[in-house]
């Protein structure tokens, strides 16, 4: 049913989208709303996942045609996101009857549950996605709303930055997600989410880039430091972000795309899983704070998922079905721990481990369910990571990889250790303790942890032949064989020695405190340090930016203003000359006009009608009479005569 599958993403994301909309106003209708969505995404989820839904979105496309393969938004539900997509809508739904009590996030509800219900159809999203559009968009806005959660008490000292860390880590190693599409697109022109058949370079080169993401985004060294300083968040936060989704993803995705990873990026990933699994776990036993122990932890079984993952790419369908069981296993577990602990800091004030002592006995049923999540974590058997983390060791010797033994003895070691920091726990938590009784914690945080709890101690069915069977047919693997029985003898027989031990010397694990495992061994400091020079790379490059910026401004500042001089020199001088010598002419042009017509052709008209007078005048005595002609010259004789005698 694509509906479902559609209305699984798209009703959390509109109830999100509504209660950051609506701000305030809906502080009071949050929790409702966001329960009832929690409720309707469990029942979307199974029903995508036994109808194995899928559908196509346009999301890149010309003429209603897609402009390549796979540049729809692509959805679907197979065996391994069937598993992970009910996993989310459990321990969401779960979760969130735990954040309706929790005090954390009793102020801004609106706001809380909004980022909430947006992180959980982005997670919704990276889970069903089957091209890389999809993946991005989810993969994008899961780490946009983790920080929003992760800093949502951003007043107090701290939070912010501590978002802030874990959002520059995990977008740093996002980048390669980006690597990974555009590498795919090259070497098979499509964007669907699958790296088998591409060619060299390009496989090695996606291979790099979804390695590259999911490390960053599963917290594997040496990007563990982000998960340290992502506990600054309020309790279900962590609750859900570090145990089915956030941290899951990375180990979901070399999950989903283990069969097109290339050789060197299996040992990479394998290496990376097993490293991560040892030293976090060292870490977690050195921790005094709980939510910094959970924390560590985690990072530390999602390097057994990522080791499965490595060993499925190798070849191994025992590395799939481990890797895919203890991510499921794990989700329960780390949930009901997280409640646990943001159940005692609300009625203890406190998550430090020394002021936990007797945290279990002061609230009976948080605390049965906090050692029944903690038994399961150290891999007592016949519970559930006790199986899943020897299948994972079964499909590291199956697969054949070099230096199989010594990863096997270092996985093995960080079983161990994981009983360890359970045991530390369970230790103190039981403790007697002297002093005033908890705060009542409440119906609603109790059930949450109860419902995990269990949950978690269900799951060890895994361990039985019929249901390991009937989960690799869900994942499409043959059954084989699964961990022998020398095997599991071995791990749950390590498991409950170092159990006891540290239940009986609570010293031995407190002697990792005094060492430089406490600090995260400096990857926290590390990620900072680098992210503090990243920074100033960005800032010299923003001033350089400036400075350039200002001589290009300097510089056209310059030119305009010397176009605006030569322009008053053109329109002022030149034109203004011109314009002068053309009025000038066309003044001077006039006045010999006027010259013209009126003086001289004035001065030719008198000249020419006086002469034509006197040419009348000298007509008239022209008579042809001859005495009048005698009379005449006598005249003319005669007054020459007077002037001759008047010049004298």
């Not at 609230?363 to 199986?387: F, M, N, Q, R, Y």
């Not at 002697?511 to 960005?538: H, I, K, M, N, Q």
Request: net charge positive.
């Amino acid at each position: 049913m694509s509906a479902a599958l559609l209305a699984l993403v798209l009703l959390p994301a509109s109830g999100g989208m509504f209660l950051l909309l609506g701000r305030h106003r809906f502080d009071r209708g949050a929790v409702p709303l966001a329960l009832v969505l929690g409720v309707a995404g469990v029942f979307l989820a199974g029903t995508a996942a036994v109808t194995r839904a899928s559908l196509s979105v346009p999301f890149l496309s010309s003429g209603g045609r897609a402009v390549v393969d796979g540049a729809d938004v692509g959805l679907a539900v197979d065996g391994l996101s069937a598993v992970l997509t009910v996993t989310v809508a459990a321990v969401a739904l779960v979760v969130s009857v735990f954040a309706a009590a929790d005090h954390e996030a009793r102020s801004s509800r609106a706001r809380f549950f909004g980022y909430w219900l947006l992180f959980v159809a982005a997670m919704q999203l990276t889970v069903t996605a089957t091209t890389f559009p999809a993946l991005l968009v989810g993969w994008e806005l899961m780490g946009a709303t983790s920080y929003a959660l992760i800093g949502f008490r951003w007043r107090a000292a701290g939070k912010t930055a501590a978002g802030t860390t874990a959002l520059l880590t995990t977008r740093a190693t996002d980048l390669g997600l980006y690597v990974a599409a555009g590498a795919v697109l090259a070497g098979s022109g499509s964007l669907s989410l699958d790296l088998v058949g591409l060619g060299s370079p390009w496989l090695g080169v996606a291979s790099t880039g979804v390695v590259l993401a999911a490390l960053g985004k599963s917290a594997q060294l040496p990007f563990s430091g982000w998960l340290s300083a992502a506990m600054q968040g309020p309790s279900p936060v962590s609750a859900l972000l570090h145990s089915a989704t956030m941290v899951a993803a990375g180990g979901y995705l070399l999950l989903r795309l283990h069969d097109g990873l290339a050789g060197p990026a299996t040992v990479v990933v394998v290496w990376a899983g097993a490293s991560t699994a040892l030293v976090l776990g060292a870490v977690a036993v050195a921790q005094t704070d709980l939510k910094q122990l959970l924390a560590a932890s985690t990072a530390a079984q999602m390097g057994f998922v990522v080791l499965g993952a490595g060993a499925a790419a190798a070849g191994s369908d025992a590395g799939l079905l481990g890797g895919a069981e203890h991510l499921t296993a794990h989700a329960a577990v780390k949930a009901g721990l997280f409640v646990a602990a943001g159940a005692w800091l609300s009625t203890l004030g406190t998550k430090q481990l020394a002021g936990l002592r007797g945290a279990a006995r002061r609230t009976p049923a948080v605390g049965v369910a906090a050692v029944a999540c903690a038994a399961v974590l150290a891999g007592i058997p016949p519970l559930s990571l006790w199986t899943t983390k020897d299948e994972v060791l079964a499909g590291v010797q199956a697969a054949g990889l070099p230096a199989g033994t010594v990863l096997h003895v270092v996985a093995l070691t960080a079983g161990a250790l994981s009983a360890a920091y359970a045991a530390k726990i369970v230790a103190l938590v039981l403790a007697p303790w002297r002093g005033p009784s908890a705060q009542r914690v409440s119906a609603a945080t109790t059930v949450a942890a109860l419902v995990l709890a269990a949950s978690a101690v269900a799951l060890g069915a895994v361990a039985l032949p019929a249901v390991r069977d009937a989960a690799a047919d869900l994942l499409g693997v043959p059954p084989g064989q699964g961990p022998g029985v020398g095997a599991l003898v071995l791990s749950g027989s390590l498991a409950l020695v170092v159990g006891a031990v540290v239940l009986a010397r609570p010293a031995v694990a407190g002697a990792f405190e005094r060492t430089s495992l406490a600090p995260w061994l400096g990857t926290l400091a590390l990620l900072r340090a680098v992210g503090r020079g990243a920074l100033g790379l960005a800032r010299a490059a923003d001033r350089t930016d400036r400075s350039l910026d200002h001589g290009v401004m300097a510089l056209s500042a310059g030119v305009l203003a010397t176009a605006r001089i030569v322009e008053i020199a053109d329109v002022r001088g030149i034109d203004g000359a011109v314009e002068g010598a053309a009025v000038g002419t066309v003044g001077a042009a006039r006045r010999t006009a006027v010259l013209d017509d009126r003086v001289l052709d004035g001065a030719v008209r008198r000249v020419a009608g006086t002469a034509g007078h006197l040419g009348v005048l000298a007509r008239r005595p022209q008579t042809g009479l001859l005495h009048q002609y005698y009379a005449q010259a006598a005249v003319g004789v005669g007054v020459l005569f007077l002037v001759l005698l008047i010049v004298r």
